[in-house]
């Protein structure tokens, strides 16, 4: 059993959806059988699964504590940092109100108290993340970053048969805070940055291609739309991509992964973990 409380900033939210966000490594089956016995209580209620919460509540979610959270998994610890091989699905910290009961901050934290994290991967994107252990750490390691002093390279699959069997892609990336994504232009625009993706195929099958990614820089999204901007839009991507791909695919989110980051003598690994979809 777990005693939850909602953070002051949530809005009335439907009590599944708000379980779904709170812990997002909770399997929707057991969502919805937990609502369906009525093994949640709100402010010492049981409650149906019509319930609505807000911030101030405090929940009593009767399930193991191993469908709500878990330890990370690390790829590698010093005295300065911490790496970790990130799950799809889960973010890496609370969101605009709050919400966010297990996210990877929030699991890096139970092993070390004082991480903070040094970059960011998209909820659904998946590998490997960095956090330091100290202020000092992350100073220094968000220097790093800022330079673009290290290689970040993923692995996705998309749709479509790239045209060439690698490509050097330049553009500028406005961002739309309101709408929750980003615009790609061809041209120099006021509050655009500059953005460049590298990408080579590894494999070409079924209309689809997996391509490995160099992020030469590291902008919100950029990945997904620049590439969906060229044509070649991530299979299982709703926002930026190709719905109806998606769907005869049965692709829920983007097959994109964080597979290796190598910084100064150090070089950190994750094995992509989406779907094969023959490529």
Not at 150 to 160: A, H, N, S
Not at 243 to 252: G, H, L, P, Q, V
Request: aromatic share 6%; charged share 25%; net charge positive.
């Amino acid at each position: 059993m777990r005693i939850h409380d909602v953070p002051p900033g949530v809005t009335p939210t439907p009590i599944a959806q708000y379980l779904a966000r709170a812990f997002p490594a909770m399997p929707k089956w057991l969502v919805r059988e937990t609502l369906k016995k009525k093994d949640v209580r709100v402010n010492g209620v049981k409650t149906s699964a019509d319930a609505v919460v807000r911030g101030g509540d405090q929940l009593a979610i009767y399930v193991e504590d191993r469908f709500l959270t878990a330890l990370p998994d690390v790829i590698y610890e010093d005295e300065a940092l911490i790496v970790v091989d990130k799950p799809a699905g889960l973010p890496v910290d609370s969101d605009g109100q709050g919400l966010g009961a297990d996210t990877m901050l929030t699991r890096l934290r139970a092993v070390c108290p004082d991480a903070r994290l040094c970059h960011r991967l998209d909820t659904y994107t998946g590998g490997v993340l960095i956090a330091a252990k100290n202020a000092d750490a992350e100073a220094k390691m968000r220097a790093v970053f800022e330079a673009h002093a290290l290689t970040k390279l993923y692995q996705c699959v998309v749709v479509g048969d790239p045209p060439s069997d690698s490509a050097r892609l330049t553009a500028w990336l406005e961002k739309d805070a309101a709408a929750s994504r980003v615009r790609i232009i061809d041209h120099p625009a006021q509050h655009a940055l500059s953005i460049e993706t590298r990408y080579r195929v590894l494999v070409r099958a079924n209309g689809l291609a997996r391509l490995e990614v160099n992020l030469i820089t590291g902008r919100t999204h950029q990945i997904r739309a620049h590439l969906s901007h060229v044509g070649l839009p991530l299979l299982g991507d709703d926002k930026y991509g190709e719905r109806a791909a998606n769907r005869r695919w049965k692709a829920t989110q983007p097959a994109l992964w964080c597979t290796r980051v190598s910084v100064e003598d150090h070089t950190f690994e994750s094995l992509p973990r989406f779907g094969h979809y023959g490529v």
